[in-house]
């Protein structure tokens, strides 16, 4: 099995910025992606952004250019660096891994933008 275990959420500003983390534990060979997912009260969950071992990165088109998605594989350690953060980002970030048949999540950070 695969635990995962998101950290740095928190309270910003509008404009602000913010750094996750999400450090994976137990069985982590054969992990071949990481993501970032989020979900707002009421909303379904979405992805954010996602990263391949080996370094190809994706986003959604709501943080492109704002999020980056960034990988430490000697420390098992995903992160998510969150830039000119706006209110509409607010949401519980959920850290995902994927092997070829199997998808683990973790249980969440919450990450509230608000003046």
């Known amino acids: 099995q695969v635990q995962l275990v998101e950290s740095g959420g928190g309270l910003v500003q509008p404009g602000g910025s913010l750094r996750l983390s999400c450090a994976a534990s137990?069985?982590?060979?054969?992990?071949?992606?990481m993501g970032w997912y989020r979900q707002a009260p009421g909303k379904q969950r979405e992805l954010v952004a996602t990263?391949?071992?080996?370094?190809?990165?994706k986003y959604a088109d709501s943080v492109k250019e704002r999020f980056s998605i960034s990988r430490d594989n000697a420390k098992n350690t995903v992160y998510l660096q969150m830039n000119s953060l706006k209110p509409e980002d607010t949401a519980v970030y959920y850290c995902?891994?994927?092997?070829?048949?199997?998808?683990?999540w973790g249980q969440g950070t919450q990450v509230t933008v608000s003046s």
């Open positions: 990263i391949t071992d080996g370094g190809s990165t």
């Open positions: 995902n891994a994927g092997k070829t048949i199997s998808h683990y």
């Open positions: 137990g069985s982590t060979w054969g992990i071949h992606v």
